[in-house]
T-cell receptor
Framework: QSVLTQPPSVSGAPGQRVTISCTGS?????????VNWYQQLPGTAPKLLIF???NRPSGVPDRFSGSKSDTSASLAITGLQAEDEADYYC????????????FGTGTKVTVL | QLQLQESDSGLLKPSQTLTLTCTVS??????????WNWIRQPPGKGLEWIGY???????YYTPSLKSRVTISLDKSKSQFSLKLNSVTAADTAMYYC???????????????WGQGTLASVSS
């Protein structure tokens, strides 16, 4: 089981704002490690959405934004669109045991 | 544009060895700062990082799979490979290869992914 916990699902109507939390601990996010976020559309490979906790790669709409505080991180989607319906994963590094790159448990975003 | 493509896996029986190859095109597998990764996703479940090999051949594996995993690099073919020994049904998953790139002080980000290949383990 993952050391980064996300809500299983969030939903919103088109145009609304939704946020996804990623809760970690003192051995990962709380230790100062960055968080990256990925979007996985049905039947496809994940796509990098946010890196370094709050940076967008070229081509990612500015409707997507990320933040980090203490032992948690968040992804916000403003102006929700039908095409945003997907699974979202956070990712960071965990220094416990022998250390490892870790993904969050994943959140399904449903556009109502 | 960097592209990654996994080889087919297919059906395996318990205790066999899963072998996958990822072919990199559109860029150099020897680029400094690049790490070549394997990540898997069981059907209907989340992502699990398996391990990486650096452009210089250094490897690092997730602790839970370390005893069964080997990742290798063939620069002449622009490929890297995954071997997972003694597979069980719990290893049934979509396996993705991905490039990670980082700068000093940052957590590597997986910026290019293959399309994935499904490996099924069943007797």
């Amino acid at each position: 089981q993952s050391v980064l916990t996300q809500p299983p699902s969030v939903s919103g109507a088109p145009g609304q704002r939704v946020t996804i939390s990623c809760t970690g601990s003192s051995s990962n996010i709380g230790a100062g490690y960055d968080v990256n976020w990925y979007q996985q559309l049905p039947g496809t490979a994940p796509k990098l959405l946010i890196f370094g906790s709050s940076n967008r790669p070229s081509g990612v709409p500015d409707r997507f934004s990320g933040s980090k505080s203490d032992t948690s991180a968040s992804l916000a989607i403003t102006g929700l669109q039908a095409e945003d319906e997907a699974d979202y994963y956070c990712q960071s590094y965990d220094s416990s045991l022998s250390g490892s790159y870790v993904f969050g448990t994943g959140t399904k975003v449903t556009v109502l | 544009q960097l592209q990654l493509q996994e080889s087919d896996s297919g059906l395996l029986k318990p205790s066999q060895t899963l072998t996958l190859t990822c072919t990199v095109s559109g860029g150099s597998i020897s680029s400094g700062g690049s790490f070549w990764n394997w990540i898997r996703q069981p059907p209907g479940k989340g992502l699990e990082w398996i391990g990486y090999i650096s452009h210089s051949g250094s490897t690092y594996y997730t602790p839970s799979l370390k005893s069964r995993v080997t990742i290798s690099l063939d620069k002449s073919k622009s490929q890297f490979s995954l071997k997972l020994n003694s597979v069980t049904a719990a290893d049934t998953a979509m396996y993705y290869c991905a490039r990670a790139i980082s700068t000093i002080g940052t957590v590597p980000k997986f910026d290019y992914w293959g399309q994935g290949t499904l490996a099924s383990v069943s007797s």
